[in-house]
């Protein structure tokens, strides 16, 4: 069965530095998200892309956040300046349709922690 | 704006019944059901679309009362696999949207 991954599992970083979260959605989904769970708290939306731009973002999302499909199978989430409190899971999604008509397919999380 | 889940934590023995309830405050366009084990991704159980539908899936199913804004997951004769945390997640905007809000989360623990 198809399903997202994504890389690293697990990524440690300095306060200040940039990282780059990578996902590979399922092949043939036109929409992709990233979310993310603080530990213990609900999975809270970050962005949606489609059509090779955002199409909606919360408040969340600011300009310390960026998103990128460098090719047909990544989808990438860039912090450039990490902050104490971004540390959390985040997870990749996708979806063949609108979120608010189809299923999205999460992936299995990348645990962020910023030192 | 988020729905709003109850209950907040529920224990059960093998075996039991329990029920799931989100609301919302603003129209429900769809609801979306997921379960999440510690540590691990949300898992898609299934999605209501509006229209009073009920799904079901083995002993889980969902109804989704749009006049009444809320969903409800029926978890039947419940399995030590049923344990983890469920959240609804819903297009407070319409379905017209990429933007999947969650609630709160109901945390669900199986015990022998």
């Known amino acids: 069965e198809p399903e997202v991954t994504q890389t690293p599992s697990h990524q440690v970083t300095q306060m200040g530095q940039e990282v780059i979260l990578r996902c590979v959605p399922i092949?043939?989904?036109?929409?992709f998200y990233w979310y993310r769970q603080i530990l213990g708290q609900k999975v809270e939306f970050l962005v949606s892309?489609?059509?090779?731009?955002?199409?909606?973002k919360s408040e969340i999302f600011d300009d310390q956040f960026s998103v990128e499909r460098p090719d047909g199978s990544n989808f990438t989430l860039k912090i450039r300046s990490t902050k104490l409190e971004d540390s959390a899971m985040y997870f990749c999604a996708s979806s063949l349709r609108l979120a608010g008509e189809d299923t999205q397919y999460f992936g299995p999380g990348t645990r962020l922690t910023v030192l | 704006q988020q729905p709003v889940q109850s209950p907040q934590a529920v224990i059960l023995r093998e075996g039991e019944d329990a029920v799931i309830n989100c609301s919302s405050s603003?129209?429900?366009?769809?609801v979306h059901w997921y379960r999440q084990k510690h540590g691990e991704a949300p898992v898609f159980l299934m999605i209501l679309l509006k229209g009073g539908e009920q799904k079901g899936h083995e002993k889980i199913s969902a109804s989704f009362n749009e006049k009444k804004q809320q969903s409800s997951l029926y978890l039947t004769a419940s399995q030590l696999s049923y344990s983890g945390t469920y959240f609804c997640?819903?297009?407070?905007?319409?379905?017209?949207?990429?933007?999947?809000?969650f609630g709160t989360g109901t945390l669900l623990a199986v015990q022998p």
């Open positions: 603003k129209a429900l366009y769809s």
């Open positions: 892309f489609y059509n090779n731009e955002i199409s909606e």
């Open positions: 092949s043939n989904h036109l929409y």
């Open positions: 997640g819903t297009p407070l905007s319409g379905g017209a949207t990429n933007k999947l809000i």
